[in-house]
C-alpha cells in the first residue's frame, strides 16, 4: 500500500522537521529484512513517554495551538499507515542525540 506508506513517512518527516529541527532519511536492508529510518537532530524523548507518542492527542508540548505543533495525531496516524503497509512502527532515542522513528518491514 503505497500510499499509506508515503503519509507514514511524511508524518515522520514533518515531526522531524518540526519538533526535532531537521530530519535525515535512511535505509537498511538485511537480508530479508527493511527499515525505513527517520532521525531528528533535537534532545529526543524520556524513555518512559517514548510509547504515549503513539496515543491520540498526547503531546510532549501541553499547548494546543498548531503554531508549536498541532493536535498530537501524527505519529498515531503514522503507525498505523505504517501497520496498513505491512510495517511496524516504533521510536528510539539514538545514542548520540535525536529521535529515531524506525519503520521495520520483517519478512516472514
Keep these: 500500500r503505497p500510499q499509506a ?3 507514514c513517512l511524511t508524518n515522520l518527516i514533518d515531526n522531524a522537521v518540526r519538533h526535532g529541527g531537521g530530519a535525515t532519511v535512511s535505509a537498511m536492508i538485511e537480508g530479508t529484512n527493511t527499515r525505513l529510518i527517520v532521525r531528528d537532530h533535537g534532545p529526543g524523548v524520556p524513555e518512559d513517554r517514548l510509547e504515549a507518542l503513539f496515543e491520540p492527542f498526547y503531546r510532549l ?5 498548531r503554531d508549536s505543533g498541532g493536535t498530537g495525531l501524527g505519529l498515531t496516524i503514522a503507525r498505523r499507515m505504517a501497520e ?6 516504533t521510536l528510539a532515542n539514538a545514542e548520540d542525540g535525536g529521535l ?5 518491514f520483517d519478512a516472514p
Design 5 to 7: 506508506l508515503r503519509r
Design 61 to 65: 508540548d501541553p499547548s494546543r495551538s
Design 84 to 89: 496498513g503497509a505491512g510495517g511496524r512502527l
Design 100 to 104: 529515531e522513528a524506525v519503520v521495520a
